[in-house]
């Protein structure tokens, strides 16, 4: 066993995930030492990339919202997101087709949008949608401040921090009805019910179980979605060398196998070639079911394991250079299925991929607008693109291993869906790679493949996410498992989160005590 000489001040920050980068840029703009452990060898976590016929395909998030999380977060390390990644607002948020053979795009101006979903259904529906867009605004504004950028508040504390009329601005933000069940006092047509509904998978959710809250994402992506020049991972990539500018130092290709304790609290952490790294806190930047269940030693963190039947949705993607027909895709593309019920009863009642699933494509190599990007001046118009497909799936990937056949059979199904939706991919031109639950289980150790942390199913889910801090001082949390919940953005501000909390506890502490004992996996 060898022993880093650094300081017992320093920070050890387990994963280069969101989270972790997050809370390494808040650290180290403080001149603090910041120290970050990640197994992979790049930052980004979920953000990755899986090279297909020479292109680096983003594999994991594409859709970035919340950009004031980013510019809040580097604005004290003297840059801006402009300053560091190339970005562009999409002007078209998504587009959507039916079985039927209808269309809807979604704009980032409420307007366009109101006269394509009069054209699309009828006037009492986009009058509807401007009703959804008010609402989905109000709410946003009540949780921005007092809940989504803060630290964990109970129910009672999140109605003190709402002030006078907290009651009324609790039903305001409906917690008690479902987001499927609210969608109906605003769209007559179902596909419009799909098409909003589907926010509740951002969180790894059912709209049929999650609260109506989650009508917030609309206006977050009404705010401004953004395309990050040169694909998603450009963001960690950035972010990462902000850090590093401040003095923040990132150990890549190793993984943490033990956080270290004492009587006192953490000690630092062991990585599994027997190195031993002294640290006066530790942020673990993974999904706290890892730590909870023992993946980095017996830490008596006072968490348990997110339970199989509380876990959010796993996926089934794959990562493709393929040439399309027929459907003129956008940026982002969403094909759904015929029983939407059907479809998330398959994946939360009976943890199997639905027979017909909804289906996302990300053509990366696209603007909003449809127009090639990745183009070069004497490609084929039917040159290969590099794509990638993602349907949702049940995270019981350390249960279940997911043969070629049944791999097959769901491609098969997501491929009819397509077709029935007037897009036809060529399979004899198209290279690809798939992921399952079982690979989402290797790669992020005891969720099953959960890609969100718990559901958020019912009014208490919210609050039931762990905060920052866990019961042994020294040790914090950040990631999408956590409060304020999974998402890019969102993992941010855990990992700010983390950072302000430690500084705090920090700060409230007159003394600094050193010791180590003994107390492991790396990262969200």
């Known amino acids: 066993m060898t022993r880093s000489p650094h300081r017992s001040s320093d920070v050890v920050i387990v994963g280069a995930g969101m989270g972790g980068l997050a809370a390494a840029v808040a650290l180290s703009a403080r001149g603090m030492s910041v120290r970050v452990i990640e197994k992979a060898d790049a930052p980004g976590g979920k953000i990755r990339t899986i090279p297909v016929g020479g292109v680096e395909i983003d594999s994991g998030p594409t859709v970035m919202t919340m950009k004031w999380v980013f510019d809040e977060l580097l604005e004290p390390a003297g840059t801006s997101l402009e300053a560091e990644v190339g970005l562009e607002t999409a002007s078209i948020l998504a587009r959507h087709g039916w079985q039927d053979g209808s269309r809807l795009d979604l704009f980032a101006d409420t307007n366009d949008s109101h006269a394509a979903i009069a054209a699309f259904a009828d006037r009492r529906n986009a009058d509807g949608y401007l009703r959804l867009c008010e609402d989905s605004a109000r709410i946003y504004k009540l949780l921005q401040r007092t809940f989504i950028a803060d630290t964990r508040p109970n129910p009672v504390q999140l109605a003190s921090r709402l002030g006078a009329g907290s009651l009324g601005a609790i039903r305001q933000i409906k917690p008690f009805s479902t987001l499927w069940k609210s969608l109906g006092d605003y769209f007559p047509d179902k596909r419009l019910r799909q098409l909003f509904g589907r926010y509740a998978t951002y969180c790894g959710s059912s709209p049929y179980e999650a609260p109506a809250t989650l009508m917030l994402i609309s206006h977050v992506e009404q705010d401004g979605v953004w395309l990050v020049k040169g694909g998603m991972h450009q963001l960690p990539l950035a972010i990462a060398a902000v850090a590093e500018r401040n003095g923040a130092r990132f150990d890549y290709g190793r993984a943490v196998d033990r956080v270290l304790t004492d009587s006192d609290g953490v000690t630092g952490v062991q990585l599994d070639d027997g190195e031993v ?46 040439v399309t027909a027929g459907f003129p895709l956008s940026r982002h593309n969403v094909f759904f299925s015929n029983d939407y019920k059907a479809e998330f009863d398959a994946l939360f009642k009976r943890r199997a991929v639905p027979r017909e699933p909804t289906v996302y494509i990300c053509a990366q190599g696209r603007n909003d607008r449809g127009a090639r990007i990745d183009a070069v001046p004497d490609a084929a118009p039917d040159a290969a693109e590099p794509l990638f497909f993602l349907i949702n799936a049940p995270a019981i990937g350390d249960a279940h291993e997911y043969a070629e056949s049944e791999i097959e059979r769901c491609l098969d199904a997501m491929v009819r869906v397509l077709e029935r939706c ?5 399979g004899s031109q198209t290279e690809s790679v798939t992921t399952t639950p079982t690979g989402f289980a290797r790669m992020f150790p005891a969720t099953g493949g959960a890609l969100y942390g718990p559901a958020s199913h019912g009014w208490m889910s919210s609050f039931q996410r762990p905060g920052a801090k866990t019961n042994v001082p020294g040790l914090y949390m950040a990631g999408g498992s956590v409060h304020p919940g999974p998402g890019i953005p969102m993992a941010a501000l855990s990992g700010r989160i983390a950072a302000e909390t430690l500084i705090a506890d920090r700060d409230s502490t007159p003394t600094s005590r050193r010791a180590d004992t003994s107390g492991g996996t790396s990262t969200d």
């Open 422 to 426: 007037g897009l036809t991919v060529n």
């Open 277 to 322: 790294i002294e640290a006066g806190a530790v942020i673990f930047n993974g999904d706290m079911s890892a730590l909870a269940a023992g993946k980095l030693g017996e830490v008596d963190t006072g968490l348990r394991p997110t339970s199989r039947g509380r876990r959010s949705l796993s996926a089934m993607t794959w990562s493709a250079s393929g």
